[in-house]
C-alpha cells in the first residue's frame, strides 16, 4: 500500500489503515514529542493528542510537501501547546550578554542520539523549545516569537542561552556516556 492509498483509508475511517499509519510514523513522533518534553509520559499524552488531530484533520493534507513533514508539524504544535497548558514558558527572558559559543566538533561528532537527548532534557523548557524550534524544526526567530508569545530578542536570548547550556554541559562531560566515549576517542 503506497502513502497516497494509506492517507485515502484514513480518510474513510478504515481502522486498519489507521493503526498502521499510526505505526509507521509513531516511532518518530515520539522522538519529535520526546524532545519538547522531559517526561517520557508528557511525550506520550501529546502524540496520542498529535495523532487524534492528525485523523480528524487528514482532509487538510493538500498532497503537497511530505506527509510526514505535515504529521511532523501537527506535533510540534500540540508539543507547544502542552508547554503552553503548563505556563512552562513563562520564565523565559531576554538577555543583553554576549556569549562566545565555540563548540568542539569532536565532542559534537561523538554524541549519540540518547546522549543528547538527555542533553536536552538538562536545559530548563524554555531554553529546549526554543533550541529545538530554531536547530531542529528550522524556525525563524520572528516564527518562534509568534508560535510562543514571546519577543523575537527573548526568542535570541533563549538560544544563546540553551548553547551556552549545552556547550558548558559539553565541556564539564557530566554524562556518563560522553564521558567514556571522550576518553575512548582521547586516548
Known sequence: MTEQQLISACQKQDPLAQRRLYET???KMLGVCRRYLSRA???EDVLVEGFCKVFQNLEQYTGKGSFEGWVRR?????????????HALRNAYEIKEYFDLRSD???VAELAAQDILYLLDQLPTGYRT???????????HREIAEE?????NTSKSQLI?????????LLNVNYPGV???MKDTAG
Open 41 to 43: 509520559e508528557d511525550a
Open 148 to 152: 510562543l508569545g514571546i519577543s523575537i
Open 25 to 27: 510514523f509513531s516511532p
Open 105 to 107: 566538533q569532536n565532542v
Open 179 to 181: 564521558r567514556d566515549r
Open 130 to 140: 526554543v533550541f529545538n524550534l530554531y536547530v531542529i524544526e528550522g524556525f525563524k
Open 74 to 86: 501537527i506535533m510540534v504544535n500540540e508539543a507547544l501547546m502542552f508547554l503552553r497548558k503548563k
Open 161 to 169: 542561552l540553551a548553547k551556552k547550556r549545552l556547550q558548558e554541559s
